[in-house]
């Protein structure tokens, strides 16, 4: 008897420990303040010591490629090649019980995030099945963004704490502050407003932070102002939330249906579906779809300037279209990101606008001088001027960098040819743009951290007759002309900016 009780408990030990096995689909779900949740899905294979499958966490979707351990004690590594970089994704965990505890960092230098995955049924969280891109043609170009597009958007200051309150209100301070007697005119909302899942129709839902975006389409009008709002041709957003992916015509029709007047639309979650070479596609389905709507929107690209989107933007109706990965508040990634687009200029025209990301001015990264640099780089640039601090509380500085209508003139020329370097030595540029009515702007960029003086002839900048008048446009006061050349002494990371007349 007591023989058959010892074979009994082996027998039980060695059942539990069979039945110790990570295959499975396993969901880690992360409530979020708005409502929804933060999901990672763990579609997992064990096979003796190895497992395989896939990964699936915000925008992205792993392959396992290396793993190490067992159920008490294992590692994983997922891998995604996106364009010309590798992501890897690696979690560390145990099984304990029915629950999956893992931990992983989102960099190499961060803290640990620990989840808690249980199983799900397989298939939920899987990726869609793949549709085939459409056959390539020409969008109609809508008539919009005559001029590079002005506005806000809410992404670099309020990242996914934006709401229904905070969009109001930066609509009061625009309104109010002369932010819209300078121009600028839409409130767009970014990534994070979209709700958990699609209603029973496949409409795309807010979360809670918007409870009603018709409603609030209808106050930021009534501002005299433009709301703008976000998706992806992807399954999910950058952030994860649902994105347009299979519903294009449907989603263009609700933002129609809400009053949106502008669309950024985010590649993200698409990479995991298409390659670049297929982008144009991708995105030419929701320009046709916009274009269905009927409601004239401004569609805004965003793809990091893969694919050398400038190239074939306005085929797909697009308006504008990132050149570039995101800025930071930083004068290195400034600079790096606005002197390195000299080489677009001919693809910037009315209607279609090289877009080398929003403004941060006012965010507390650089310094005002670096701001202004900031600001008439961009006007130079013939660039949407999309501000991206908050409206409600600046400083007196940062609302004259931002409203300096000379400066936003320059911007917004209507012929709108894009500047271009003309001359360059060590750490001092000169740009030049032709203005309408012979007109000529003249920027002289000092990127040393100290003052120096800097030349410019006339002729290098175009202008092959002696100007009448030259007028800086930051102490908004005339220079006078002597001769066949210009100088002045130009602070550390700062800008002297000329509008120049011959007539």
């Known amino acids: 008897?007591?023989?058959?009780?010892?074979?009994?408990?082996?027998?039980?030990?060695?059942?539990?420990?069979?039945?110790?096995?990570?295959?499975?689909?396993?969901?880690?779900?992360?409530?979020?303040?708005?409502?929804?949740?933060?999901?990672?899905?763990?579609?997992?294979?064990?096979?003796?010591?190895?497992?395989?499958?896939?990964?699936?966490?915000?925008?992205?979707?792993?392959?396992?490629?290396?793993?190490?351990?067992?159920?008490?004690?294992?590692?994983?590594?997922?891998?995604?090649?996106?364009?010309?970089?590798?992501?890897?994704?690696?979690?560390?965990?145990?099984?304990?019980?029915?629950?999956?505890?893992?931990?992983?960092?989102?960099?190499?230098?961060?803290?640990?995030?620990?989840?808690?995955?249980?199983?799900?049924?397989?298939?939920?969280?899987?990726?869609?099945?793949r549709t085939e891109?459409?056959?390539?043609?020409?969008?109609?170009?809508?008539?919009?963004?005559?001029?590079?597009?002005?506005?806000?958007?809410?992404?670099?200051?309020?990242?996914?704490?934006?709401?229904?309150?905070t969009?109001?209100?930066?609509?009061?301070?625009?309104?109010?502050?002369?932010?819209?007697?300078?121009?600028?005119?839409?409130?767009?909302?970014?990534?994070?407003?979209?709700?958990?899942?699609?209603?029973?129709?496949?409409?795309?839902?807010?979360?809670?932070?918007?409870?009603?975006?018709?409603?609030?389409?209808?106050?930021?009008?009534?501002?005299?102002?433009?709301?703008?709002?976000?998706?992806?041709?992807?399954?999910?957003?950058?952030?994860?939330?649902?994105?347009?992916?299979?519903?294009e015509e449907q989603d263009a029709k609700t933002f129609a249906a809400w009053g949106i007047d502008y669309l950024k639309y985010d590649w993200c979650g698409a990479r995991n579906l298409y390659n670049e070479q297929e982008m144009q596609a991708v995105y030419q389905k929701m320009g046709d779809s916009l274009q269905a709507s009927g409601r004239p929107i401004i569609f805004s690209l965003c793809q990091y300037g893969l694919n050398d989107v400038w190239k074939w933007g306005p085929d797909v109706g697009g308006n504008l279209w990132r050149t570039t990965g995101d800025i930071r508040d930083t004068w290195d990634s400034m600079t790096k990101i606005g002197f390195n687009q000299d080489q677009l200029a001919p693809f910037a025209a009315p209607g279609h606008w090289n877009d080398p990301d929003m403004l941060e001015i006012g965010n507390g990264g650089m310094t005002d001088t670096e701001y202004r640099t900031h600001m008439s780089l961009w006007s130079m640039l013939a660039a949407p001027l999309i501000a991206g601090n908050d409206l409600r509380d600046m400083t007196p500085a940062i609302h004259d960098i931002l409203t300096n209508k000379e400066v936003i003139a320059i911007d917004q020329d209507a012929d709108g040819k894009q500047a271009t370097r003309i001359s360059q030595s060590g750490d001092q540029e000169v740009w030049a743009r032709p203005l309408s009515g012979g007109a000529y702007a003249v920027a002289l960029f000092n990127r040393?951290?100290?003052?120096?003086?800097?030349?410019?002839?006339?002729?290098?900048?175009?202008?092959?007759e002696k100007p009448r008048k030259a007028r800086d446009l930051w102490t908004r006061s005339d220079v006078k002309i002597t001769g066949e050349e210009y100088s002045a002494t130009v602070p550390g990371h700062g800008v002297?900016?000329?509008?120049v007349s011959v007539n």
């Open 1 to 129: 008897m007591r023989l058959l009780r010892i074979l009994t408990v082996v027998a039980l030990s060695t059942t539990s420990c069979l039945a110790a096995d990570l295959t499975g689909n396993w969901l880690a779900a992360t409530p979020l303040p708005d409502g929804t949740q933060r999901k990672a899905y763990f579609e997992l294979k064990q096979q003796d010591s190895k497992i395989t499958g896939h990964i699936r966490v915000t925008q992205f979707y792993y392959t396992i490629t290396e793993s190490t351990g067992s159920p008490d004690s294992f590692t994983v590594t997922g891998t995604l090649q996106d364009g010309k970089t590798l992501r890897r994704a690696v979690y560390e965990g145990k099984l304990v019980g029915e629950e999956l505890h893992m931990a992983t960092r989102r960099r190499p230098d961060a803290p640990l995030t620990e989840v808690v995955a249980h199983r799900v049924p397989d298939g939920e969280g899987a990726m869609p099945a």
């Open 133 to 165: 891109p459409p056959a390539l043609h020409k969008v109609p170009y809508n008539g919009l963004a005559k001029t590079p597009p002005m506005g806000w958007n809410s992404w670099n200051k309020f990242a996914g704490r934006v709401d229904d309150a």
């Open 167 to 247: 969009v109001r209100t930066i609509a009061d301070a625009m309104a109010r502050n002369g932010m819209k007697e300078a121009g600028y005119v839409y409130i767009n909302i970014d990534d994070t407003w979209e709700g958990e899942k699609r209603d029973a129709n496949g409409n795309i839902t807010t979360n809670k932070k918007f409870p009603n975006m018709k409603a609030l389409a209808d106050y930021v009008h009534s501002k005299g102002l433009k709301l703008g709002i976000y998706s992806s041709p992807g399954p999910n957003t950058c952030a994860g939330y649902e994105g347009s992916y299979g519903h």
């Open 448 to 464: 040393a951290s100290d003052d120096v003086k800097m030349n410019v002839k006339w002729s290098d900048a175009g202008i092959k």
């Open 496 to 499: 002297v900016l000329l509008r």
